[in-house]
């Protein structure tokens, strides 16, 4: 949610970079996004692997272990994997460097884990740390 807040952010005029204010600020703007916005608009991308409440897709690439899990599709589809074949974006990083868990309020962390449960579990993912 934090990845999804950054751009959510920067694609409406809000915020140019975490530089411009605090961490205890951007906390705030944080907190505030995920209480406000509505489930449905949180977990809108759940239509692409799940139908109803069961999930559909047999094989997950996630963004942090993206290049072993495209080699691995890859393989399961039996072409080779071509690391220089992708393009590299967002190269600036996070200028904050606070761990996503320390972003969240108890209540928005309790919504969060309430309409991602699943991939909660399935990813091994946690809000606290």
Wanted: charged residues 25%; proline residues 3%.
């Amino acid at each position: 949610m934090v990845s999804r807040f950054w751009w959510v952010i920067s694609n409406r005029g809000g915020l140019k970079s975490s530089s411009e204010v605090s961490f205890d600020r951007v906390r705030q703007i944080f907190n505030q996004y995920i209480i406000e916005t509505p489930e449905y608009i949180l977990a809108n991308h759940k239509q692409t692997y799940f139908i109803g409440r069961e999930s559909v897709a047999d094989f997950y690439i996630r963004y942090e272990s993206l290049n072993e899990d495209l080699s691995a599709a890859c393989d399961r589809l039996g072409i080779p994997f071509q690391i220089e074949r992708l393009g590299v974006y967002n190269r600036k990083g996070r200028a904050l460097k606070e761990p996503f868990s320390s972003y969240y309020s108890p209540e928005a962390a309790d919504k969060v884990a309430r309409i991602f449960a699943w991939e909660i579990a399935q990813f091994g993912y946690r809000l606290n740390q």
